[in-house]
T-cell receptor, first 113, second 117 residues
Framework: AQTVTQSQPEMSVQEAETVTLSCTYD???????LFWYKQPPSRQMILVIR??????QNATENRFSVNFQKAAKSFSLKISDSQLGDTAMYFC??????????FGKGTSLLVTP | DAGVIQSPRHEVTEMGQEVTLRCKPI?????LFWYRQTMMRGLELLIY????????DSGMPEDRFSAKMPNASFSTLKIQPSEPRDSAVYFC???????????????FGSGTRLTVV
């Protein structure tokens, strides 16, 4: 069985500051993928970043980066230079090879001026 | 690329009526997923197709729910009869699963908000 845990239901950050969202997971597989999705009020699910478990290097996409700690089963998302448009629900998700996404409960992020 | 297309965007129906949600996946994607999102339960996988074949439907709540994928470019999720507790946002997502089950990521549609009154 796989589980994904996001321990921070809500967070807030000031514009231009940095914020880190936490995610831990559990899986018995060796080959798996981790994702962060953003869901703004429009409800569209937007892929933020993707990490392959067999890659040591942490994924980065512009202002978004992850800290992937495989042994600790931790996958946190860092947002640098936060912008008002980053306000959204953020979901951490896990997928074993060839299978569906298993989502955490989400973290609601509010970016304030 | 138009992305994953879902219709309708909103649906309001009376209890007991049949509801059909539609999804057109991204061309070339070989896997399709239906998810349900509620405040209480978050995002739940309902059913997963690979190459048009249902692989796992263990998330389908009960016999009132059924899903089909008659071809690579179309899928439906049907609820008959609908109940108020079925009110939720239903997402369709598609993905390309490569050789060795390499996972290239998932693209979601914009969802259908279903309200059963």
């Amino acid at each position: 069985a796989q589980t994904v845990t996001q321990s921070q239901p809500e967070m807030s950050v000031q514009e231009a500051e940095t914020v880190t969202l936490s995610c831990t997971y559990d899986t018995s597989e060796n080959n798996y993928y981790l994702f962060w999705y953003k869901q703004p009020p429009s409800r569209q699910m937007i892929l933020v970043i993707r990490q392959e478990a067999y890659k040591q290097q942490n994924a980065t996409e512009n202002r978004f980066s992850v800290n992937f700690q495989k042994a600790a089963k931790s996958f946190s998302l860092k947002i640098s230079d936060s912008q008002l448009g980053d306000t959204a629900m953020y979901f951490c998700a896990l997928s074993n090879s060839g299978y569906a996404l298993n989502f955490g409960k989400g973290t609601s992020l509010l970016v304030t001026p | 690329d138009a992305g994953v297309i879902q219709s309708p965007r909103h649906e309001v129906t009376e209890m007991g009526q049949e509801v059909t949600l539609r999804c057109k996946p991204i061309s070339g994607h070989n896997s399709l997923f239906w998810y349900r999102q509620t405040m209480m339960r978050g995002l739940e996988l309902l059913i997963y197709f690979n190459n048009n074949v249902p692989i796992d439907d263990s998330g389908m709540p009960e016999d009132r729910f059924s899903a089909k994928m008659p071809n690579a470019s179309f899928s439906t999720l049907k609820i008959q009869p609908s109940e108020p507790r079925d009110s939720a946002v239903y997402f369709c997502a598609s993905s390309l699963m490569g050789s060795g089950q390499h996972n290239y990521g998932y693209t979601f549609g914009s969802g259908t908000r279903l309200t059963v009154v």
